[in-house]
C-alpha cells in the first residue's frame, strides 16, 4: 500500500524561500537590448522623422526638422511620425543580423582562432617562460604589459583566472603580497580594456553600431594607442609603487592580518606548459595577427609605397599574382571587417598547420571557439535593429534626437564633450557592464549626435565619432571591469579571500588616477590632430 508523509513548513522555514523568489535579478544584454527594441519602436508613434540634406555649393548638412523623402529624393515637409508594428519589431533583429554580418563574422572568427591558440597553449607557455626568466619589477611591469596588450587587442578578461593560480603565488614568494598579484593581472587587463586600440568587441562593436562607413577600426587608432600608453604608464608605476611598499613593510599590505588564500597548494600541481618550437611559432603568428585594418598608411605617397609589392607582382609576374589573388586583394589602409575576419581565418590555418592538428582537432576546437561567441553576434543583430528603427543619419526618428540633442549642445567644446561622456558612461556601467549591449543601446543616438556637433569642425564628424567610442571604452571599462563585482574578478577575489569592500578601497588609488590620466589624452587628442 502506498504511504503518504505530510511534512510541516514553519513560516520561519519559508521566509528565505519566499525572499529567494523575490530576489531581483538584472536581465542578460540581450533582454535588455528587446526591452530598448521595444521602447524604440512606441517612440517612433510619437516623435515625428526628419531628414538631412547637404547644400550643394557649400557642402553644410541641414537639418530639415519633421519631415521626410519622397520616391524623387524630395523633401517633404511635415510628415509626422512613421510608426513601427510587431512585425517590424520582429523583423529589426533579422535585418540587423544582415546589416551586421561582417562584424558577426569577425567576431567568431577572431573567437575561433583564439580558441585555436588557447588549445595548443601557446598562450599559456609564453606566459610561463616570462615567469622563469624574469623577476621582481621588471617581472611585473612585463606581464602588466602581457596582460594589457590581451586587453587591448582581443578584449581578453574571462582567460585570466587560470593565470593566477601561477602568478599570485610567484608574487608571494617573491616577497609581494596577494593583492600585487591580482593588481598585475586584472589591472593590466583593465588599461588594455580602456583603451580598445583594436578590440573587436568593444571598438569594432561599437563602431559597427554607429553604423559610419566612413569609420573602421584604424579612424582615430593614433589617439587610442597614445591613451594605452598613459594608462600603462600610470597604472604600472602606481602598482609597483604599492608592491615596493609591501615588499620593504608587509605591514602597509591592503590585506595585512586578513586570513586570505596565497594559493601556494594550486601553484604547486598547476604547472605551465612549456615554450615549444611550434608555440613560438604559433606565438608568432598571433603577434603577426593584429589587425592590419586598423593601421593606417599615412598620405598617399605612403598609401602608394605599402601596395607597391602587390602592384609590381601583377605587372610583372601576372601568373603569380593572380595565384594569390591579388587582383581581387583589397590594398593596405582601405581594410574594414572583412579583411580582419580573412587575416583571422587565415591565421587559424597557419596556427594548426604549425601544431599539425589533425582535422578533427581543428574543426572541433574552430567550431567550439566560434561557438562561444555567438551571443555577441546576436546582440550586434538587435543592436543593429535598433538602429534601422531609429533611422540612418540622413533621415528617421534618429535624426530628430539629433536635432534636438544639437540645440541642447550647440556651442559645447570639444574638451566638455569628451568629459561629459567619460562621466556618462562610467556611471551606465552601474546598470549595463557588457560592451557590446552598452554600444548597442547608446551609439545609435550617442554617434548621431557626435556626427552632427562635429560636422564642419577641425576633427570632422568622424572625428567626433570616435573620440565618442574611447570616451565609452575608458568609462565603461572603468567601472565595470575595474570597480563593479562583476563574475571573473569576484571569482578570484572569492578563490584568494580578499574581501571586495577592502579591494574597493584600495583599487580606486590606482583606478582614478588612470581614469583622470585617460580623461585628459582624450581632451587634448583633438587639439593635437590625432582624431
Known amino acids: 500500500t502506498a504511504t503518504t508523509e505530510i511534512y510541516t513548513l514553519s513560516l520561519h522555514d519559508a521566509l528565505p524561500i519566499l525572499s529567494k523568489k523575490r530576489k531581483f535579478q538584472m536581465p542578460g544584454s540581450m533582454v ?3 526591452f530598448v527594441l521595444i521602447f524604440v519602436a512606441v517612440l517612433t508613434w510619437i516623435v515625428p522623422v526628419s531628414v538631412v540634406t547637404k547644400d550643394p555649393d ?4 541641414i537639418v530639415h526638422y519633421d519631415a521626410s523623402f519622397d520616391a524623387d529624393g524630395n523633401v517633404v515637409e511635415g510628415t509626422g511620425t512613421n510608426p513601427a508594428g510587431l512585425w517590424d519589431i520582429f523583423m529589426a533583429p533579422i535585418h540587423g ?3 551586421g554580418a561582417d562584424v558577426s563574422a569577425s567576431i567568431l572568427v577572431s573567437g575561433a582562432f583564439l580558441a585555436l591558440v588557447n588549445y595548443v597553449g601557446a598562450m599559456d607557455a609564453g606566459v610561463g617562460a616570462l615567469l622563469k626568466r624574469y623577476n621582481g619589477k621588471k617581472l611585473l611591469a612585463i606581464l602588466m604589459l602581457l596582460f594589457a596588450l590581451m586587453g587591448t587587442v582581443y578584449g581578453a578578461w574571462e582567460e585570466f583566472p587560470a593565470y593566477a593560480l601561477v602568478l599570485i ?9 596577494v593583492l600585487t598579484g591580482f593588481y598585475v593581472l586584472f589591472i593590466g587587463a583593465v588599461i588594455g580594456n580602456m583603451a580598445s586600440v583594436t578590440n573587436p568587441y568593444s571598438t569594432g562593436v561599437a563602431v559597427s553600431a554607429i553604423n559610419n562607413p566612413e569609420l573602421s577600426l584604424g579612424t582615430g587608432i593614433v589617439m587610442r594607442v597614445l591613451l594605452f600608453v598613459v594608462l600603462y604608464v600610470v597604472g604600472t608605476a602606481l602598482v609597483l609603487r604599492y608592491a615596493e611598499s609591501v615588499r620593504k613593510d608587509p605591514t602597509r599590505s591592503a590585506v595585512y592580518g586578513l586570513p586570505v588564500n596565497t594559493l601556494m597548494d594550486e601553484s604547486s600541481t598547476k604547472e605551465m606548459p612549456t615554450l615549444t618550437g611550434k608555440r613560438k611559432w604559433t606565438l608568432a603568428v598571433c603577434a603577426i595577427m593584429i589587425p592590419w585594418a586598423s593601421i593606417p598608411c599615412g598620405d598617399q605617397t605612403m598609401y602608394e609605397i605599402v601596395n607597391h609589392p602587390q602592384v609590381w607582382l601583377g605587372e610583372h609576374v601576372p601568373v603569380l599574382a593572380n595565384f594569390l589573388g591579388l587582383n581581387t586583394f583589397t590594398w593596405w ?6 579583411e580582419f575576419t580573412i587575416v583571422m581565418l587565415i591565421g587559424s590555418v597557419v596556427v594548426a598547420a604549425i601544431n599539425r592538428l589533425s582535422l578533427q582537432e581543428f574543426s572541433r576546437e574552430f567550431i567550439g571557439g566560434a561557438r562561444s561567441l555567438v551571443s555577441i553576434t546576436l546582440v550586434v543583430s538587435v543592436s543593429r535593429g535598433i538602429t534601422l528603427l531609429m533611422g540612418s543619419g540622413t533621415s528617421g526618428m534618429s535624426v530628430t534626437f539629433v536635432y534636438w540633442i544639437r540645440n541642447m549642445l550647440s556651442g559645447v567644446p570639444v574638451w566638455l564633450f569628451a568629459i561629459a561622456a567619460v562621466a ?10 557588457g560592451t557590446s549591449s552598452t554600444a548597442g543601446i547608446t551609439m545609435p543616438i550617442l554617434g548621431a549626435v557626435a556626427f552632427t556637433l562635429f560636422a564642419g569642425t577641425s576633427i570632422g564628424s ?6 565618442l567610442v574611447s570616451c565609452f571604452t575608458l568609462g565603461l571599462n572603468f567601472t565595470a571591469s575595474g570597480l563593479y563585482p562583476e563574475a571573473t574578478k569576484m571569482g578570484v577575489l572569492e578563490l584568494t579571500n580578499i574581501p571586495y569592500p577592502t579591494y574597493l578601497r584600495h583599487v580606486t588609488r590606482i583606478l582614478v588616477p588612470m581614469l583622470l590620466a585617460g580623461t585628459a589624452v582624450l581632451v587634448i587628442s583633438p587639439y593635437l590632430g590625432l582624431v
Open 97 to 99: 543580423f544582415a546589416k
Open 32 to 34: 535588455l537590448l528587446f
Open 424 to 433: 556618462t558612461y562610467c556611471i551606465s556601467a552601474l546598470f549595463i557592464q
Open 333 to 338: 589602409g582601405d581594410w574594414y571587417f572583412d
Open 58 to 61: 557649400t557642402g553644410e548638412r
Open 462 to 467: 568622424a572625428g567626433g565619432q570616435m573620440l
Open 169 to 177: 603565488p610567484l608574487c608571494v614568494k617573491a616577497g609581494y603580497d
